[in-house]
């Protein structure tokens, strides 16, 4: 079974500075694909960035950007220029790619950011 | 944006009872799901569907659940006799179809259900 990782329960950055987010996953598929997912204090999950395992280049969104390393089955999640609205949870997550395939997330990690 | 959305955003029952939670997934999606997020816990899948039926169940999904999609647009969760364990966060998702299959899923805002 596919397992996620996230072994940072907490983790806290100052305003304008670039926090990385650990995540590491179990599989022994070579195709499917990596989510992270904020849940902020309203407890929505609201959709980070994804990346698909077979595509080599590392997904970028804004100020958000992955380093996915599969051989490593690493898959972190930085934070540039971070803002006070970005204090949330952060979930990592993993599909396998198919119909109607489930999200497999890891534990979270908690985000605070200070002034 | 099209968003999903669900109803209600909070649903107190007694131990015992039945609830429905609902969900409006967004309007050109073929897949849906229902996950839960016990206070505290990380997500956890209960099931998917497609076409009319069950896809996936997790062991979470025993026979007190059920989910249906009574008309074109509601996406409905059931739990028969609510446990105090049933207490949670419950999200609905919808994903649309690409070449490989379902695609990302879109989340709900969900409905927190507090089992008395």
């Known amino acids: 079974a596919q397992t996620v990782t996230q072994s940072q329960p907490e983790m806290s950055v100052q305003e304008a500075e670039t926090v990385t987010l650990s995540c590491t996953y179990d599989?022994?598929?070579?195709?499917?694909?990596l989510f992270w997912y904020k849940q902020p204090p309203s407890r929505q999950m609201i959709l980070v960035i994804r990346?698909?395992?077979?595509?080599?280049q590392n997904a970028t969104e804004n100020r958000f950007s992955v380093n996915f390393q599969k051989a490593a089955k690493s898959f972190s999640l930085k934070i540039s220029d971070s803002q006070l609205g970005d204090a949330a949870m952060y979930f990592c997550?993993?599909?396998?790619?198919?119909?109607?395939?489930?999200?497999?997330f890891g534990t979270g990690t908690r985000l605070q950011v200070t002034l | 944006e099209p968003e999903v959305t669900q109803t209600p955003s909070h649903q107190v029952t007694q131990m015992g009872q039945e609830v429905i939670l609902r969900c409006v997934p967004i309007?050109?999606?073929?897949?849906f799901y229902w996950y839960r997020q016990i206070l505290g816990q990380k997500v956890e899948f209960l099931v998917s569907?497609?076409?009319?039926?069950?896809?996936?169940k997790s062991e979470i999904f025993d026979d007190q659940f059920s989910v249906e999609r009574p008309d074109g647009s509601n996406f409905t969760l059931k739990i028969r006799s609510t446990k105090l364990e049933d207490s949670a966060m419950y999200f609905c998702?919808?994903?649309?179809?690409?070449?490989?299959?379902?695609?990302?899923?879109?989340f709900g805002p969900g409905t927190r259900l507090t089992v008395l």
């Open positions: 998702a919808s994903s649309e179809v690409n070449t490989r299959g379902a695609d990302t899923q879109y």
């Open positions: 599989t022994s598929e070579s195709d499917y694909y």
């Open positions: 990346q698909e395992a077979y595509k080599q």
């Open positions: 997550a993993y599909r396998m790619p198919g119909t109607a395939s489930k999200l497999t």
């Open positions: 309007s050109n999606h073929l897949y």
């Open positions: 569907f497609y076409n009319n039926e069950i896809s996936e």
